[in-house]
């Protein structure tokens, strides 16, 4: 049987990583909603993190246990205000002034009963949001132009946890992913400006308040949150699917192993099958 050397084993494996990224890299906030609301982006390799975009949860928030990930976000519209939402102080990392971004989360509709009802926002305008489309029955996004999908498609109010990707590539497009899949494309090319919101709300639009000085305030979610995060470019179609089944099998964003550790771990069992078989 021919002989593999270490230096052939490692580069091998080394030229195996250098064909993409980490899903990690670039990564701008996350919140994982384990014990807490901070933003652990700054922890995890890769990520180009300005600063700690720690949430503040209101009194009607509350971290609930058995979900797909582990704990997650649980907002009820059950008060007044703030009080249903999570308050996160605006950085750069969320304003993403003129560049890329990308959003990912995990969610769960308990009921959709107030029209645009967001599930993260910074704003109206040329910031972004992620919101119920319309009075329709799924989702849709706006960051940096118009709205899409333009009509309701891809329902997503079953009770059931789903995935979104929502993504600006600046001057490109915007495009919504679902469960995976690619559900609509922007016809415009996006900018992403600041805007006059000093925050960002997890469970709400800080731009959506109606006035009305009730639990309506700021289109609040009805439902579950969860693996919440942010990128400063496009993630691929690849990695949206890495990410998506990951989730699946119920490894959050955080703990997908980054390409170099997974080469380690394979470097290591070559090299323990080379000694067995000398």
Known sequence: MRK??????SSLLAAGVSHGAAVHTGLLSYWDFEGNYDDSAGSISGNT??????GTAGSAVALAGAGPLGTYGDFGRSALGTDNLVTVPVSADIDAAGESLSISAWFRVDSFDQNWQALVAHGEGSAWRIARRGDGNGLGYAGGTGDIPGADMAAVNDGLWHHVVAITEAGVSTRLWIDGNLIATSGGAPTLTNNSSTQMFIGGNPQGDSGAG?????RPWNGGIDDLALWDRALSEAEIGQIYNAGLAGTSLGAIPEPGA????????L????RRRR
């Open 262 to 269: 997974v080469s380690l771990v394979a470097l290591s069992g």
């Open 214 to 218: 009730d639990a309506n305030q700021y």
């Open 49 to 54: 993190s300005s600063v700690a975009d720690n």
């Open 271 to 274: 090299l323990m099958l080379r």
């Open 4 to 9: 593999i050397s270490l230096f052939t084993l």
